[in-house]
């Protein structure tokens, strides 16, 4: 006999029909050349990008990341004055670790990163960094295919609120392309039901500018029915938050960087129906991917849905091969 659910995991409105029958599916600047005079430590002119950084409203991980990579050169290399920072220093560094390409070129990316802030202080002169490359073959990350994401939320059971709100998440990201951060923190203030928007502040995008973004009927009947049961399982449960996408005890779904319930689940999904390409980036893309295509390729578009402040972030994310580059140039001829 199936084990009885708890009754504040059962989904009240029945929504078994919103995606049909399941579908089959696979199992001021210092100048380049200026002397600059100032000897300051490294360890102090970290502590003072970082506060910049934090006045920025950079966030928290992208500052971690800068405080445990400039201390692991600063380890390796043995400086203690920033003006003893050099090519050479970099290359030991980069030696130093056991790691791939991809990864070296990540953290010498934030290396720079941290330099480049010393020298727009004034602290340093020549940016010798600048020359400094990894070559790096990049992967083709395709986005999420709309038959895998929509066999996928077929097979979920919309009747249990854990999967009811996997379904929304999974199908906000790919309708909207926000990522799996921003998603943690959606609160309900954010969604206008009647208009089918959701309208963002900056602090919770990555690119800090706010954004506003429709979505379909669909996507409606299902924010709307996560809302209702997610204020059912709150009060069960004493929590007080706001959160769209919380726990089956009402907290929030993210408890850190590298922990969210909700990536969690997706590679779960992943593995159990054999989806070779379904994880919260992968809809981020198909988002991208998709409304390339409908839009008749206008880039612009793309990037501001996705947040970009770079087109050339935009094109990575698209992948377009020759052929369709071919295809969209053919109507100019």
Same mark, same amino acid.
């Given at each position: 006999?199936?084990?009885?659910?708890?009754?504040?995991?059962?989904?009240?409105?029945?929504?078994?029909?919103?995606?049909?029958?399941?579908?089959?599916?696979?199992?001021?600047?210092?100048?380049?050349?200026?002397?600059?005079?100032? &000897?300051?430590? *490294?360890?102090?002119?970290?502590?003072?990008? +970082?506060?910049? /950084?934090?006045?920025? @409203? #950079? =966030?928290?991980?992208?500052?971690?990341?800068?405080?445990?990579?400039?201390?692991?050169?600063?380890?390796?290399?043995?400086?203690?004055?920033?003006?003893?920072?050099?090519?050479?220093?970099?290359?030991?560094?980069?030696?130093?670790?056991?790691?791939?390409?991809?990864?070296?070129?990540?953290?010498?990316?934030?290396?720079?990163?941290?330099?480049?802030?010393?020298?727009?202080?004034?602290?340093?002169?020549?940016?010798?960094?600048?020359?400094?490359?990894?070559?790096?073959?990049?992967?083709?990350?395709?986005?999420?295919?709309?038959?895998?994401?929509?066999?996928?939320?077929?097979?979920?059971?919309? &009747?249990?609120? *854990?999967?009811?709100?996997?379904?929304?998440? +999974?199908?906000? /990201?790919?309708?909207? @392309? #926000? =990522?799996?951060?921003?998603?943690?923190?959606?609160?309900?203030?954010?969604?206008?039901?009647?208009?089918?928007?959701?309208?963002?502040?900056?602090?919770?995008?990555?690119?800090?500018?706010?954004?506003?973004?429709?979505?379909?009927?669909?996507?409606?009947?299902?924010?709307?029915?996560?809302?209702?049961?997610?204020?059912?399982?709150?009060?069960?449960?004493?929590?007080?938050?706001?959160?769209?996408?919380?726990?089956?005890?009402?907290?929030?779904?993210?408890?850190?960087?590298?922990?969210?319930?909700?990536?969690?689940?997706?590679?779960?999904?992943?593995?159990?129906?054999?989806?070779?390409?379904? &994880?919260?980036?992968?809809?981020?893309?198909?988002?991208?991917?998709?409304?390339?295509?409908?839009?008749? @390729?206008?880039?612009?578009?793309?990037?501001?849905?996705?947040?970009?402040?770079?087109?050339?972030?935009?094109?990575?994310?698209?992948?377009?091969?020759?052929?369709?580059?071919?295809?969209?140039?053919?109507?100019?001829?």
């Amino acid at each position: 006999m199936a084990t009885k659910k708890k009754t504040e995991l059962a989904v009240d409105k029945d929504l078994t029909d919103l995606f049909g029958s399941v579908a089959p599916t696979k199992a001021k600047k210092a100048s380049k050349t200026e002397a600059v005079s100032v &000897s300051l430590s *490294v360890t102090r002119a970290l502590e003072i990008v +970082i506060t910049q /950084m934090q006045t920025g @409203g #950079l =966030r928290p991980r992208t500052i971690s990341d800068y405080e445990l990579h400039v201390k692991h050169f600063i380890e390796v290399t043995q400086i203690e004055r920033l003006d003893e920072a050099s090519a050479e220093g970099v290359y030991e560094w980069l030696a130093s670790m056991q790691v791939s390409a991809q990864t070296k070129l990540t953290r010498l990316k934030c290396l720079k990163a941290f330099l480049e802030r010393c020298a727009d202080n004034g602290w340093l002169g020549a940016r010798f960094w600048r020359q400094i490359t990894i070559k790096v073959d990049a992967p083709v990350k395709e986005g999420a295919a709309e038959a895998d994401v929509f066999a996928l939320l077929r097979l979920l059971d919309l &009747s249990d609120f *854990v999967q009811l709100r996997d379904a929304t998440a +999974i199908l906000l /990201m790919y309708q909207t @392309g #926000l =990522r799996l951060g921003s998603v943690s923190v959606l609160e309900e203030r954010h969604v206008d039901i009647n208009t089918q928007t959701l309208r963002l502040e900056g602090a919770i995008v990555k690119n800090r500018e706010s954004i506003v973004l429709p979505f379909d009927e669909r996507l409606k009947t299902l924010l709307s029915t996560l809302i209702a049961q997610n204020a059912k399982v709150r009060k069960i449960h004493g929590e007080r938050n706001d959160f769209v996408f919380v726990t089956r005890t009402g907290t929030r779904i993210a408890t850190s960087f590298t922990s969210n319930n909700i990536g969690k689940r997706i590679n779960f999904y992943k593995r159990k129906y054999g989806l070779a390409n379904m &994880s919260p980036h992968a809809l981020r893309r198909g988002f991208a991917k998709d409304i390339y295509n409908r839009s008749g @390729g206008d880039l612009a578009l793309v990037s501001k849905a996705l947040g970009h402040s770079d087109f050339a972030v935009t094109t990575r994310y698209l992948h377009l091969s020759p052929e369709e580059v071919a295809d969209k140039l053919r109507k100019y001829r």
